[in-house]
């Protein structure tokens, strides 16, 4: 069992910056998957970004040039750096961990953009 919790979200203006960070419960980076969604009301949750055991990462086109996705194994911690934020990033963000059949998700954080 893997818990994650996320935190960092909040209301900022168009253009500035903020990061998200997913706390996880164990050393999990070296074995999982992780992964930052987002889910708008009324729509379906979209991918964001991944970044694989090995260090390998990966962005939607629509956050490519703006976000990167990192992690820290000694503090068990993932981040999502936001920068370049716009009104169509404003979302709740969930972290995701996965590995073969198992799949963990965190409570989510509200970002807002907005001036």
């Known amino acids: 069992q893997v818990q994650l919790v996320e935190s960092g979200g909040g209301l900022v203006q168009p253009g500035g910056s903020l990061r998200l960070s997913c706390a996880a419960s164990r050393n999990i980076f070296s074995v999982y998957t992780m992964a930052w969604h987002r889910q708008t009301p009324g729509k379906e949750r979209e991918w964001v970004a991944t970044?694989?055991?090995?260090?390998?990462?990966n962005y939607a086109d629509f956050v490519k040039g703006r976000f990167i996705i990192s992690r820290d194994a000694s503090q068990n911690t993932l981040y999502l750096q936001m920068n370049k934020l716009e009104p169509e990033d404003t979302s709740v963000y969930f972290c995701n961990a996965r590995r073969l059949t198992w799949s963990y998700w965190g409570q989510g954080t509200q970002v807002t953009v907005s001036s």
């Open positions: 970044i694989t055991p090995g260090g390998v990462t």
